[in-house]
Nanobody, 124 residues
């Protein structure tokens, strides 16, 4: 049974930082691509960032580029999202996703496994 469990969400003031973690069951190195998505209330789930198997390639949504950093530690079976300069519009439930197929992708259908999400709230 594959499990992805997010943690690290919370309430932070605008301009602050948070680090999200996603713990995976099994070997994280088996996931060719991992990603973070987010969903704000009443909105669709949107792509945030993706990383390939060994972390050598990453891709970001324009809205977070330069502020967020995705990394992974296959030895710890985990992927992380460091979020800096947070804005109220970053408020959302953040989801970790993983897939065994090659190539970085930004669509929901490109990821087979998902976590339950962690809430991030940025106050103004």
């Amino acid at each position: 049974q594959v499990q992805l469990v997010e943690s690290g969400g919370g309430l932070v003031q605008a301009g602050g930082s948070l680090r999200l973690s996603c713990a995976t069951s099994g070997r994280a190195s088996s996931w060719e691509r991992m990603a973070w998505f987010r969903q704000a209330p009443g909105k669709e789930r949107d792509f945030v960032a993706a990383i390939n198997r060994y972390g050598g390639s990453t891709y970001y949504a324009d809205s977070v580029k330069g502020r967020f950093t995705i990394t992974r530690d296959n030895g710890q079976n985990a992927v992380y999202l460091d979020m800096n300069s947070l804005r109220p519009e970053d408020t959302a439930v953040y989801y970790c996703a993983a897939d065994q197929r090659l190539g970085l992708r930004t669509t929901i259908s490109s990821y087979e496994f998902w976590g339950q999400g962690t809430q991030v709230t940025v106050s103004s």
